[in-house]
């Protein structure tokens, strides 16, 4: 795809009024800057460049569950087709601060303030062309990210998204399987995909037992420590981030995943992720991680559950809606109001705390065969303060039917 290519499906997909509407000033400023990009006289490469970062940061600026949203998702998949539809980290990372200023800008709501597109793009480094994906990128703008310290199990150590909670190692029995299942699949050449990895405790041990590891995160930085991590120092060569055995795709599950390859993995690991989607976002997840898997094929979830200590102010409301036969009894859009140990501040204004028998019905209704769920005793492996009675969180393991 060349910028004008780029232009003109961004162009014809933008002049429906169905989709613009209620963001028309918005559209018309940012085709404008398209416009600008498109008779600056420099060569393509560049011009493609700068494209897609304005587009990534209008396409951030937008709120979800749009058309606009959705068409431009479309269009972003297609762009990057070459990436299996998302961005590669090192362009993220590289324009982390142009994306976020066009974001700002789009999102500040005066877009008649006079901004000089020119400087943003500026500031934006350019070295070396990645010639698979048309983008010009910083290849040490990975080094640059800080190494958090080695995750320790008991212990939560905080991702570089800032609701997206804390990581720990990979202790618990469904996360072990997952990794005794990857070394199995590494003899036959197989394929693996960890959801919500953030510094890849577990996707790095799978790629010592030698699986080919795709490793996804919504947040670049968080993928560019597993990089580094994986580097160990190792000068980086990879123009994209990715090398033969660890692949990084950044990008909210599942929407902005859909350009992953269909029944291609042999099994897929989302842990303590799904909590913070809706009912409904889990069984479009599920779906999603079917259409990924090879027939045969595992996903191993985990999640977390009403019974963890510092949300047992929930557990009345809980009981409640359990009472009421309420589909997804464990959604909560006011952590602050249930959260006793002040850790609800980093998280998002949603969580949603799953028990066994709504795990069990959200695999059963998306054709999974269940081969394994309970609940995990978490006592040695989260914070003390968190430990309840050793249901705190669930884990299952499910099968694509052949
Ligand atoms: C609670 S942490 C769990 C990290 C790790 N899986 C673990 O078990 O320690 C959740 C991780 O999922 C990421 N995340 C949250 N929502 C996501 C989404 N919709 N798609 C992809 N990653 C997501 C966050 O950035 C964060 O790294």
Redesign the pocket.
């Known amino acids: 795809m060349n910028s004008e290519q780029f232009k003109k499906s961004i162009q014809e997909a933008l002049v429906q009024k169905n989709i613009t509407r209620g963001n028309e000033e918005k559209v018309a400023v940012f085709l404008n800057f398209l416009d600008e990009i498109s008779s600056s006289m420099i060569e393509d490469f560049s011009m493609l460049t700068q494209m897609s970062l304005v587009f990534e940061g209008f396409y951030q600026s937008v709120s979800s569950d749009s058309n606009l949203k959705r068409t431009l998702l479309n269009i972003k998949i297609r762009r990057w087709h070459k990436h299996y539809g998302t961005p590669t980290v090192l362009f993220l990372l590289t324009y982390d601060k142009a994306i976020s200023d066009i974001k700002l800008f789009f999102l500040s709501g005066s877009l008649d303030r006079e901004i000089s597109l020119l400087s943003i793009l500026s500031t934006a480094k350019k070295t070396i062309l990645d010639h698979n994906n048309h983008v010009y990128i910083d290849i040490d703008s990975a080094s640059e990210i800080e190494l958090p310290q080695e995750?320790e199990t008991g212990k939560f150590?905080k991702?570089?998204?800032p609701?997206?909670?804390?990581?720990?190692?990979?202790c618990?029995p469904v996360?072990q399987k997952f990794l005794k299942y990857s070394e199995e699949i590494a003899r036959t050449g197989g394929a693996i995909l960890?959801?919500?990895?953030?510094?890849g405790?577990?996707s790095l041990q799978a790629l010592t037992k030698g699986a080919t590891v795709y490793c996804?995160?919504?947040?670049a930085k968080?993928l560019a420590v597993v990089r580094r991590r994986y580097l160990h120092g190792i000068e980086e060569s990879s123009l994209t981030g990715d090398d033969s055995s660890l692949v990084l795709v950044p990008?909210?599950?599942?929407d902005?995943?859909l350009g992953l390859p269909k029944n291609f993995f042999d099994a897929i690991?989302?842990?303590?992720?799904m909590?913070?989607?809706t009912g409904a976002q889990i069984e479009k997840s599920l779906r999603s991680l079917s259409s990924f898997l090879k027939p045969g094929g595992r996903v191993f979830v985990?999640c977390e559950t009403p019974f963890l200590k510092n949300w047992q102010k929930f557990i009345p409301e809980y009981e409640r809606r359990l009472a009421e036969d309420i589909q997804w009894p464990g959604e909560i859009n006011n952590p602050a109001e249930f959260e006793s140990s002040g850790r609800a501040a980093s998280l998002?204004k949603f969580v949603h705390w799953i028990t066994k028998e709504v795990m069990e019905r959200a695999l059963n209704s998306t054709n999974f065969d269940i081969e394994h769920i309970d609940y995990i005793d978490r006592n040695g492996q989260f914070p003390e303060d968190l430990l309840f009675d050793g249901r705190e969180s669930i884990g299952a393991i499910a099968i694509k039917p052949f």
Not at 216 to 219: E, F, Q
Not at 269 to 273: A, F, S
């Open positions: 995750e150590t991702t570089y998204n609701s997206g909670g804390f990581t720990t190692t990979p618990d996360s960890e959801i919500g990895a953030a510094f405790a577990t996804n995160d919504i947040d968080n990008g909210e599950f599942p902005e995943l690991l989302i842990c303590r992720v909590h913070f989607f985990v998002p």
